[in-house]
T-cell receptor
């Protein structure tokens, strides 16, 4: 059973600050690590994902850093905005008979104060 | 496309009643997932289907839960009998399992309250 540990559980930052969320996993069939974002009353939606050939992926203010040897990856939100307030989930893919399956972390509730 | 469609959006029922949640995946997607979300347990995968066939139901809590996918455009999750601890938000998601890096698209969820 895949274990995914996400931290912190909650995070409060001021507008303009940097938000950092971490994720650790035990094993994975594929080096593909997505982050999903969920707003209240909505389903999670893919925010950004990193694939195996790079150690960092940046899209606008959002960056994923990946440390394969440590089996860890993190989400950095630069210049955090109140509109970024949401719950963030990391996920790790399964393989073999679990092909297509994602195991999600526990989630991080991010609050960005104006 | 309208995205993943779930119904009902809210369901309030009494303990012991049967509850049926419905999902219409995105057209062309061949994988469908049912998740349950609670504050205590986070986002849990209950069961998923590939090409209408159940692949992994190890997350289904107990025999009271059952899921079907009679065709590529419809799935149901049934709880019978329901219990207060089943209260949660249930999400359906779909994806195209054509490669390893397949994005899952989530529906808006069904908020279930069992009294």
């Amino acid at each position: 059973q895949q274990q995914v540990k996400q931290s912190p559980q909650s995070l409060i930052v001021q507008k303009g600050g940097i938000s950092i969320i971490n994720c650790a996993y035990e094993n994975t069939a594929f080096d593909y690590f997505p982050w999903y974002q969920q707003f209240p009353g909505k389903g999670p939606a893919l925010l950004i994902a990193i694939r195996p050939d790079v150690s960092e992926k940046k899209e606008g203010r959002f960056t994923i850093s990946f440390n394969k040897s440590a089996k860890q990856f993190s989400l950095h939100i630069m210049d955090s905005q109140p509109g970024d307030s949401a719950t963030y989930f990391c996920a790790v893919p399964g393989g073999g008979t679990s092909y297509g399956k994602l195991t999600f972390g526990q989630g991080t509730i991010l609050t960005v104060h104006p | 496309d309208a995205g993943v469609i779930q119904s009902p959006r809210h369901e309030v029922t009494e303990m012991g009643q049967e509850v049926t949640l419905r999902c219409k995946p995105i057209s062309g997607h061949n994988s469908l997932f049912w998740y349950r979300q609670t504050m205590m347990r986070g986002l849990e995968l209950l069961i998923y289907f590939n090409n209408n066939v159940p692949i992994d139901d190890s997350g289904m809590p107990e025999d009271r839960f059952s899921a079907k996918m009679p065709n590529a455009s419809f799935s149901t999750l049934k709880i019978q009998p329901s219990e207060p601890r089943d209260s949660a938000v249930y999400f359906c998601a779909s994806s195209f399992a054509g490669e390893a890096y397949n994005e899952q698209f989530f529906g808006p969820g069904t908020r279930l309250t069992v009294l």
